[in-house]
C-alpha cells in the first residue's frame, strides 16, 4: 500500500520506556523477542498497516533511542511509514505526554498502544478509530471478564486477604489497548492530571478529567505479554499465523 493510499487522520504513541519487571531479567520488555523479532517491531508493524494511522511515535528508553531507531529503519515490516522514536520520561504518564509532542501536526485523533500487546488485529486499530471520528472523546477495546471477581481488604498478619464482596461480572470488562482519544481532550487530560496522578490508563486521565469513554470490541489476540507464560502463548500465535499465512 503506497503513502497517498492512507487516510492520514491519526497518530499513534507506542510507550515503550519501561523494563517490565514481571517478564524477568534482561532487556526492556518491548525488546524481547518474538519469533525473533521485538515486540516493539511487531507492535509498530500492525499500526503502520493501518490505513488509519499516518505516524507512529515510539517513545523508548533514553539511552536506548539511537539502538532503536535504527533498529525500525531497519525493519521492512515499517519501511516507508512515518515513524519517530523520542526519549521517555520517568513513568508511563510523563512517556505519553512527550509522545504528544511528537504527533503530527494534522493529527487529530491519537491513539496510545502498549508495545506488549505485539499482535493486535488491525481491525481493532481502525475499530478504535473509527469510534472516535463517529464523535467519543476516548475509546478502550475491551473483553468480557469470564473470571469471577473478587474485591479484597488488606492481607491480615498470615498474608490472607479478606474478601469484601464479589462484583457483577456482567457489567466488567477487561480493557486492551490501542486506545484513542481526540488529541484535543487527551492533552488536557493530561494536563488537568498533573504528574503521577493515580491511574493505569490514559482512558482514565480522561475519566477523571470528565471526558466520555466509551467501549468498542477488543480481541482475544491483543492480550498484554506480562509474564513469562504470557510470551510463551504469544509465539505459538505468531507461529499459528506464519503457518496460516503460508509463512
Known sequence: ?????RN??????VPAAGRGERLGPGAPKALRTLGGVPMLVHAVRALCRARSIGRVVVVAPPEEVADVRAM???????EGADVRVVPGGADRQESVRLGL????DDSEIVLVHDAARPLVPIGVIESVVAA??????????????????????????DGAEPVL??????????VQTPQGFRRAVLEKAHRE?????????????????GGRVVAVRGHEHAFKVTRPLDLVFAEALLAHRSVADGF
Open 8 to 13: 492520514l487522520n491519526a497518530s499513534a504513541i
Open 72 to 78: 525500525l529503519d531497519a525493519d521492512r515490516g515499517v
Open 193 to 209: 492530571a498533573g504528574p503521577g496522578a493515580p491511574i493505569t490508563d490514559d482512558a482514565g486521565l480522561v475519566e477523571l478529567a
Open 132 to 157: 472516535v471520528a463517529a464523535g467519543a472523546d476516548a475509546v478502550v477495546p475491551v473483553l468480557p471478564v469470564t473470571d469471577t471477581v473478587k474485591r479484597v481488604g488488606p492481607a491480615d498478619a
Open 165 to 174: 464482596d464479589t462484583p457483577d461480572r456482567s457489567v466488567l470488562r477487561a
Open 101 to 104: 509532542d511528537a504527533v503530527a
Open 1 to 5: 500500500m503506497s503513502m497517498k493510499e
